[in-house]
């Protein structure tokens, strides 16, 4: 059952956004095939990506303000007694579904090899090769680099891991990362401490990784037996491809798997819309369009610059859809399982901007820079920032929030009353279908923020479980059409699934306004009898937002309600009125949205729902209230109009 059950989570984490994605691009294998890089491809001697930790001028030439923070981050972790992951923790999944517990033990483990590492780098006086050393062995003594709810794939199907047959998941291909990053930067100095830990890290990154990856094409990850991929794709083929070109010494084999990476990146590249759009939300461009930049990265490098795609449209508009979804300051659109804050790593847009002659994602890439403080997460990911750190400090920093957003590969909009600000009335809206890669039954939901604070919201999604990528997801309320703000209509939700999509959409914005217009009835099942339902969201510059509804049912309902989720406290001072004290994110008083509905159509109740969840409650608080206007006895076809607007 957890076999099957599993392979319900790789189908809805892989489904692309469908009628959207294009086919047959080969960006990188037709125009680089293995005889075409072999001559190009740098060896492994003569890739010099970094400097190594015996290069001590330019780690000591890095300003002190980065120096001091990053040993004394490694200092965390001198002397520190590795996290145990006993069998038992590993099989909490199984037999509970929780996937954190164990999680939050690996991570420290990586977390704390990440620190000593860059840390040993930056000092380089050898008082941290020990904490280094245990870790590595610590680690290559691990059964499993990867973590319990991707176990599944393997024979044995979930449970704990059969150390005979190795799989690799995006922890593994992190962890063989790390290793390999390890060994270029400290390699000679881990030889002092044993000459055995090198050779270790040899063995076990040819063992879990390199043979896997190049001996089998059936990791559905690698998309070769099905074109359904998502952010895995990227994220492993830049861990595996650093690890290849860093520590494999077998010539062909480097060659052969890099042939294979680039395979499955072009795989990845045609899931694409042309306009660029992540139907994964900007919770996860972080590991899928800018993992694929890590992957440009090194092919560039470990080239010399010759595999250079920068030019290509689709991979500039990849990279300018993360400051394309941005609200304000750190929240941003919220479909699919996002979080309402998220937020970019700053120094990686700040580069992916400059590759593609970007400004505005230049600028984003900065002032998130100035969110994250000193460079962090993966070795592969920090070395860049950290020497970067100084231009990128200097680098001018702004919000470019663009007045109108149009992604029509993922059926996205979004339109703000001013260029370039955070004040006045935004709005995004969402068409698409419910087969979307983290899936939320959600067309037709929308979003409002007032001066950069969020009004009518997507509450997002909780922490992970079993149940979250399982046949039971939808039993979820947060993945539930009845809790976005959508309609339900006869006591029915919409469907998931492919067909369960908008159509007829269109999209227009002039200098007074912006909107979408599309039907959602076929998002529902036959059983709502819905011959239609034209849903048209429109923002007014400097006035309102309409939200017009336009039904036709084929049978008669007992009722239709309209959801309206929000994290305001709300009011409602008379039929046909509902007001919402919007909070600020920073000091001042709370501004107000007035609601106004048909009352004779229409009647509004509220209902609290308490967040327990702690990945919700660190966006919302303790609370969120589902607003509910409700209509008995429905006429066959109707129409009304919501309008919000700001209220003194």
Same mark, same amino acid.
């Given at each position: 059952?957890?076999?099957?059950?599993?392979f #319900?989570?790789?189908?809805?984490l892989?489904?692309?956004?469908?009628?959207?994605?294009?086919?047959g691009?080969?960006?990188?294998?037709?125009?680089?095939?293995?005889?075409?890089?072999?001559?190009?491809?740098?060896?492994r001697?003569?890739?010099?990506?970094?400097?190594?930790?015996?290069?001590?001028?330019s780690?000591?030439?890095?300003?002190?303000?980065?120096?001091k923070?990053l040993?004394?981050?490694?200092e965390?972790?001198?002397?520190c007694?590795?996290?145990?992951?006993?069998?038992?923790?590993?099989?909490?999944? /199984?037999?509970?579904?929780?996937?954190?517990?164990?999680?939050?033990?690996?991570?420290?483990?990586r977390?704390?090899?990440?620190?000593?590492?860059i840390?040993?780098?930056?000092?380089? /006086?050898?008082?941290?090769?020990?904490? #280094?050393?245990?870790?590595?062995?610590?680690t290559?003594?691990?059964?499993?680099?990867?973590?319990?709810?991707?176990?599944?794939?393997?024979?044995?199907?979930?449970?704990?891991?059969?150390?005979? *047959?190795?799989?690799?998941?995006?922890?593994?291909?992190?962890?063989?990362?790390?290793?390999?990053?390890t060994?270029?930067l400290?390699?000679?100095?881990?030889?002092?401490?044993?000459?055995l830990?090198?050779?270790?890290?040899?063995?076990?990154?040819?063992?879990?990784?390199?043979?896997?990856?190049? *001996?089998?094409?059936d990791?559905?990850?690698?998309?070769?037996?099905?074109?359904?991929?998502?952010?895995w794709?990227p994220?492993?083929?830049?861990?595996?491809?650093a690890?290849?070109?860093l520590?494999?010494?077998?010539p062909?084999?480097?060659?052969?798997?890099?042939e294979?990476?680039t395979?499955?990146?072009? #795989?990845?590249?045609?899931?694409?819309?042309?306009?660029?759009?992540?139907?994964?939300?900007?919770?996860y461009?972080?590991?899928?369009?800018?993992?694929?930049?890590?992957?440009? *990265?090194?092919?560039?490098g470990?080239?010399?610059?010759?595999?250079?795609?920068?030019?290509?449209?689709l991979?500039?508009?990849?990279?300018?859809?993360?400051?394309?979804?941005?609200?304000?300051?750190?929240?941003?659109?919220?479909f699919?399982?996002?979080?309402?804050?998220?937020g970019?790593?700053?120094?990686?847009?700040?580069?992916?901007g400059k590759?593609?002659?970007?400004?505005?994602?230049?600028t984003?890439?900065?002032?998130?820079?100035?969110?994250?403080? *000193?460079?962090g997460?993966?070795?592969?990911?920090?070395?860049p920032?950290i020497f970067?750190?100084t231009?990128?400090?200097?680098?001018?920093?702004?919000?470019?929030?663009?007045?109108?957003?149009w992604?029509?590969?993922?059926?996205?909009?979004?339109?703000?009353?001013?260029?370039?600000?955070?004040?006045?009335?935004?709005?995004?809206?969402?068409?698409?279908?419910?087969?979307?890669?983290?899936?939320?039954?959600d067309?037709?939901?929308?979003?409002?923020?007032?001066?950069g604070?969020?009004?009518?919201i997507?509450?997002?999604? &909780?922490?992970?479980?079993?149940?979250?990528?399982?046949?039971?997801?939808?039993?979820?309320?947060?993945?539930?059409?009845?809790?976005?703000?959508?309609?339900?209509?006869n006591?029915?939700m919409?469907?998931?699934?492919? &067909?369960?999509?908008?159509?007829?959409?269109t999209y &227009?914005?002039?200098?007074?306004?912006?909107?979408? /217009?599309?039907? #959602?009835?076929?998002?529902?099942?036959?059983?709502?009898?819905?011959? !239609?339902?034209?849903?048209?969201?429109?923002?007014?510059r400097?006035?309102?937002i309409?939200?017009?509804?336009?039904?036709?049912l084929?049978?008669?309902?007992?009722?239709?309600t309209?959801?309206?989720?929000? !994290?305001?406290?709300v009011?409602?001072?008379?039929p046909?009125?509902?007001?919402?004290?919007?909070?600020?994110?920073?000091?001042?008083?709370?501004?107000?949205? /007035?609601?106004?509905?048909?009352?004779?159509?229409?009647?509004?109740?509220?209902?609290?729902?308490?967040?327990?969840?702690?990945?919700?409650?660190?966006?919302?608080?303790?609370?969120?209230?589902r607003?509910?206007l409700?209509?008995?006895?429905?006429?066959?076809?109707?129409?009304?109009?919501?309008?919000?607007?700001?209220?003194?």
């Amino acid at each position: 059952m957890l076999y099957d059950l599993l392979f #319900i989570f790789l189908f809805i984490l892989s489904i692309p956004t469908g009628t959207s994605a294009q086919t047959g691009r080969s960006l990188l294998a037709t125009s680089w095939p293995g005889d075409k890089l072999k001559t190009v491809l740098l060896g492994r001697s003569d890739w010099h990506p970094y400097p190594t930790a015996a290069e001590r001028e330019s780690w000591n030439a890095l300003p002190d303000d980065l120096r001091k923070a990053l040993v004394e981050r490694g200092e965390k972790f001198l002397n520190c007694p590795w996290p145990e992951l006993p069998a038992t923790l590993f099989l909490e999944y /199984k037999r509970i579904g929780n996937r954190s517990h164990y999680e939050r033990q690996r991570n420290l483990r990586r977390n704390a090899l990440e620190g000593l590492v860059i840390a040993e780098c930056v000092e380089g /006086k050898g008082r941290f090769l020990d904490d #280094i050393t245990n870790g590595i062995w610590t680690t290559c003594e691990e059964t499993y680099w990867g973590v319990p709810a991707h176990i599944g794939v393997q024979k044995a199907g979930s449970g704990l891991p059969d150390a005979a *047959e190795p799989t690799v998941d995006l922890f593994a291909g992190e962890t063989a990362s790390l290793l390999a990053w390890t060994v270029y930067l400290l390699g000679p100095q881990l030889d002092q401490v044993s000459p055995l830990v090198v050779p270790r890290i040899h063995l076990e990154m040819k063992r879990r990784i390199f043979d896997p990856c190049l *001996e089998r094409d059936d990791f559905w990850w690698m998309g070769f037996h099905s074109d359904h991929v998502n952010n895995w794709t990227p994220w492993i083929c830049s861990n595996w491809l650093a690890s290849v070109l860093l520590l494999e010494s077998d010539p062909g084999r480097r060659l052969a798997a890099i042939e294979k990476i680039t395979k499955s990146l072009d #795989i990845f590249l045609d899931s694409y819309p042309p306009d660029g759009g992540c139907d994964e939300g900007p919770g996860y461009w972080g590991r899928a369009g800018a993992s694929l930049f890590d992957c440009l *990265e090194l092919l560039l490098g470990a080239t010399s610059g010759k595999v250079d795609l920068y030019s290509d449209p689709l991979i500039r508009e990849i990279g300018r859809y993360i400051y394309r979804v941005q609200v304000c300051g750190d929240y941003f659109i919220n479909f699919a399982d996002a979080s309402a804050k998220a937020g970019a790593d700053g120094d990686l847009a700040y580069r992916y901007g400059k590759r593609i002659e970007d400004p505005l994602l230049q600028t984003f890439g900065a002032f998130e820079a100035k969110q994250d403080g *000193e460079p962090g997460g993966s070795v592969l990911r920090q070395l860049p920032a950290i020497f970067n750190y100084t231009e990128l400090k200097a680098a001018p920093a702004a919000q470019p929030l663009l007045r109108d957003v149009w992604l029509k590969g993922i059926g996205v909009m979004a339109a703000r009353s001013l260029q370039g600000s955070c004040q006045g009335l935004y709005l995004a809206g969402k068409a698409g279908h419910n087969a979307e890669s983290h899936n939320h039954n959600d067309v037709g939901n929308f979003l409002v923020y007032l001066d950069g604070n969020p009004a009518v919201i997507d509450a997002g999604v &909780e922490t992970y479980t079993a149940k979250t990528f399982s046949s039971k997801r939808y039993e979820i309320w947060t993945m539930q059409s009845a809790y976005h703000n959508c309609p339900t209509v006869n006591g029915m939700m919409q469907g998931a699934g492919r &067909e369960y999509e908008a159509k007829n959409v269109t999209y &227009e914005t002039n200098a007074t306004g912006a909107g979408m /217009k599309m039907d #959602i009835a076929p998002a529902y099942p036959k059983e709502a009898n819905l011959k !239609s339902w034209i849903r048209t969201l429109r923002l007014n510059r400097g006035k309102d937002i309409l939200i017009q509804d336009d039904y036709t049912l084929t049978a008669p309902a007992k009722d239709i309600t309209l959801t309206l989720m929000t !994290s305001c406290s709300v009011s409602i001072p008379r039929p046909g009125e509902i007001l919402l004290s919007v909070n600020p994110t920073g000091s001042g008083k709370p501004s107000r949205l /007035k609601i106004t509905y048909d009352a004779k159509k229409l009647k509004a109740a509220t209902e609290d729902i308490p967040v327990e969840d702690g990945r919700l409650k660190n966006v919302w608080g303790e609370r969120i209230t589902r607003i509910l206007l409700k209509t008995e006895s429905p006429p066959l076809h109707d129409s009304w109009t919501v309008r919000i607007q700001p209220s003194p």
